[in-house]
């Protein structure tokens, strides 16, 4: 059965948050990424300040939870505003669960972005289901 994580979006201070929630849960981060470490993309040019933003950032918090999240904004998530900012993310078991998950959330929503192979490594994609719940489904084939 899949695993389900919070995943919160900052308009630019998620670094800051992120530490503080490490102050109060104890631990250490297990990844820790900027937006300056994504290959290029064609028509997409970041500021410095974008570039130095956190593209993502995991702090397990529990023994079956971590907490997620990233900083958006600028082009690529101009809807983000603070109350619409938490995302319900699903870790599948396998490729075939991660796209009837996808699917059966989609029907009647939005998607963002369709289920791909990613530059990180895991199978993924996000949507907004017909409730305004915001997802985001992946699967890791090496973290079996």
């Not at 919070?6 to 104890?26: I, M, Q, W």
């Not at 470490?37 to 933003?53: A, I, R, T």
């Amino acid at each position: 059965m899949a695993t389900i994580n919070p995943y919160l979006n900052f308009l630019g201070n998620c670094e800051e948050a992120f530490n503080f929630y490490k102050s109060v849960f104890g631990g250490e981060f297990t990844y820790m990424g900027r937006f300056s470490e994504m290959p290029p993309q064609e028509g997409v040019s970041l500021s410095e300040v974008e570039k130095n933003k956190i593209m993502h950032v995991s702090l397990p918090i529990g023994s079956h939870t971590i907490l997620m999240g990233s900083d958006v904004g600028g082009d690529w998530a101009p809807q983000t505003v603070i109350g619409n900012n938490i995302s319900v993310s699903i870790t599948a078991k396998s490729k075939a669960e991660a796209d009837q998950l996808f699917t059966g959330l989609s029907n009647g929503g939005q998607v963002s972005m369709p289920m791909a192979d990613t530059f990180w490594g895991d199978y993924f994609g996000m949507l907004t289901d017909k409730f305004g719940i915001n997802w985001m489904v992946s699967f890791n084939e090496n973290a079996q």
